[in-house]
Nanobody
């Protein structure tokens, strides 16, 4: 079965950095686009960044220039490097893959940015 496991969240001061990882299993990872999403308390889940199988990326306007999504197909892992973090980046971060018309999500990892 498809499984996604996120890691790398934590508490960081504003201006700091974190790198999130999402390890995938149960799929031929290299052929699937992957996405990072986040959900803050009381808000809807939103797309943060996405990467195609070919490595093309796109970002939410709020994170452009600060976050970088990448993938290592040999490790079945997608990353989210987050720099210059702001308190408004505080959220639970999830990775997602769409497989056979179904969205699979990881369990999420908490990112808290203190001011």
């Amino acid at each position: 079965q498809v499984q996604l496991v996120e890691s790398g969240g934590g508490l960081v001061q504003a201006g700091g950095s974190l790198r999130l990882s999402c390890a995938a299993s149960g799929i031929i990872f290299s052929i699937f686009p992957m996405g990072w999403y986040r959900q803050a308390p009381g808000k809807q889940r939103e797309l943060v960044a996405a990467i195609t199988s070919g490595g093309t990326t796109n970002y939410a306007d709020s994170v452009k220039g600060r976050f970088t999504i990448s993938r290592d197909n040999a490790k079945n892992t997608v990353y989210l490097q987050m720099n210059s973090l702001k308190p408004e980046d505080t959220a639970v971060y999830y990775c997602k893959v769409r497989y056979k018309n179904f969205d699979y999500w990881g369990q999420g990892t908490q990112v808290t940015v203190s001011s």
